[in-house]
């Protein structure tokens, strides 16, 4: 395994377990050093994690002129009410569920991929694979399936564990939907 690989491994072991702030927010910024996403971390980490929360209990107040349908006025309607509930809730286990599944299904939605009989199932793996994403980009989609997913992360941290993962995944999700508007 070559130095680069380790560092990132190392750094996603310590994003995934450990209860120590300062290593917890560390390897967070080591792994965003790794796709130019630091800075952005670093400064909406100052923002704190209700505002940034923010930007998905947002998608409550879209309007009927903001869609392209009424189908896509009453989804995101919806998904801006489950976001605000999770939140209110602290189930951010469900929040990054969300915002994963949203993001995924939008790439899928994107890159036509129903369309396209090579794929069984969709998932991260499957989009790295076939060249669909550029690495930063898989490494965000990992990020933001670990979150969701993985049963070795675990929410039930301090608070402000709680709320460097929060900003984590905006800031995974921001940037993913930037370049999915860019492509």
Known sequence: MNKKVKELDSAYNLFITS???LKHRQSIESIFAKIGLKSKFKRELQ???E???EVFK???KVTRKDCISDVEYQSLKKVGRLFTEYAAKNRYDKFSDLAFS???QNTIDLLGLQKKSNFKEYTI???YEKKLLPNGIFLQFFILETLANNKVYKWNRNQTIIDQSLVCLTVCFEDIYDFLNQS
């Open 19 to 21: 209860k120590n702030e």
């Open 47 to 49: 923002l704190g994690s």
């Open 51 to 53: 505002q940034v929360i």
């Open 58 to 60: 947002s998608f409550k």
């Open 102 to 104: 949203l993001v995924l």
């Open 125 to 127: 793996t499957d989009l």
